[in-house]
């Protein structure tokens, strides 16, 4: 069973209809599953407006999508990790945990904020 997956900008309108005010706000996913690759092999322009065409039907005035990109996925998506084994990971790799900032405006780890406030 193949897959379409589609990259699509997502925009939200701070305007109004008569002077709209589009601003990027990241990226959305979706998908379409069971397409026949055949389509994309043969009618690849016609595909793609196609897929402009569903983006712009989800689409309304106070947020649209606009095309990035897409592919066929011919297999269903593998689990590469846990997220806990990739936590584990990143951290074995030389994670910094998180700093915290003083009245100077400098960043500190735990460590040395224990020091400063005395612990």
Request: net charge negative.
């Given at each position: 069973m193949t897959?379409?997956?589609v990259l699509a900008q997502y925009e939200e309108?701070?305007?109004d209809t008569q002077t709209p005010s589009w601003r990027p706000?990241?990226?959305?996913?979706?998908?379409?599953v069971g397409v026949d690759p055949d389509y994309f092999l043969y009618e690849?322009?016609?595909c793609i407006k196609a897929i402009e065409q569903l983006l712009e039907e989800a689409s309304n005035d106070r947020s649209r999508y606009?095309?990035?990109?897409?592919?066929?996925?011919?297999?269903p998506t593998m689990t590469l990790?846990?997220?806990d084994k990739f936590e584990s990971l990143v951290k074995g790799l030389g994670w910094q945990e998180e700093?915290?900032?003083?009245?100077?405006g400098m960043f500190i780890d735990d460590d040395e904020w224990e020091k400063e406030m005395g612990r």
């Amino acid at each position: 069973m193949t897959t379409l997956k589609v990259l699509a900008q997502y925009e939200e309108n701070y305007g109004d209809t008569q002077t709209p005010s589009w601003r990027p706000k990241g990226p959305s996913h979706f998908e379409i599953v069971g397409v026949d690759p055949d389509y994309f092999l043969y009618e690849k322009e016609l595909c793609i407006k196609a897929i402009e065409q569903l983006l712009e039907e989800a689409s309304n005035d106070r947020s649209r999508y606009t095309l990035i990109d897409w592919e066929l996925q011919f297999c269903p998506t593998m689990t590469l990790t846990s997220p806990d084994k990739f936590e584990s990971l990143v951290k074995g790799l030389g994670w910094q945990e998180e700093v915290e900032e003083t009245s100077t405006g400098m960043f500190i780890d735990d460590d040395e904020w224990e020091k400063e406030m005395g612990r």
